[in-house]
């Protein structure tokens, strides 16, 4: 009798041993979808596949956080938000939010102008372009009363945009007093005078930072619960996003 429930249990464990070994050999939906998507598209750089909660149809992030939506086959694509109307909320931008997210304590803030005002207690990092006139707008009516904050604003002159930004970023860098110079001439609209003979390396690692968080525009705020949010957006939101958890 022993020997039979040892023989059984023997088989059973067999059996399980073949189903888990075909299951890990069997590519899951979501490979499938990405060899799919990658045979057809070979030049985009696939980082993540999933399947969305609309039959058939799955999530794909490209390099550039760049988010599609695709068949199985990757025979049809779409962009564009995917609604849950029940829940009233974008499945797409939630997404793009996660993707955003910047981890706010490895941000190598010895590249950047420091201003502490107030207590100091809420972060906030800034790519800002001196040229950019949304960077002034930003400067001059949104962030003036803010108060009990500190700021870190990394200089991220956008060239293809504004040639002589790369000149006034290193102007600004190479000052003595850099959170002066910067506040003078964004704030006051004082013309920058000095050189931009010095150890500039410090801009091109905020360079190569910029583009590997993806930021393609200036101004691109990011605040200390490491939300990245693009524009010269209002005082008020603002606000709610240095207290936001």
Known sequence: M???VKALALAASMLLSLS????NATPSSSEQVQKAFTTRFPTREVLSVKETPVKGVYEVVVKGKQIVYTDAEAKYLFVGDLIDTEAKSSLTEKKMAELNRVDFNKLPFKYAIKEVRGNGSRKLAVFTDPDCPYCKQLERESLPDITNV???????????LHPDAPHKARQIWCSKDRLATWTAFMRDGKELTGTDKCDTSALDKIEAMGDELGISGTPGLIFGNGRLVPG???????EKLLDAK
Do not use: E, H, V
Request: glycine share 0%.
């Open 2 to 4: 022993n020997t039979t």
């Open 150 to 160: 500190t700021i870190y604003t990394f200089l991220y002159p956008l060239a293809q």
């Open 232 to 238: 010269a957006i209002a005082k008020d939101d603002i």
């Open 20 to 23: 888990a070994c075909n299951a």
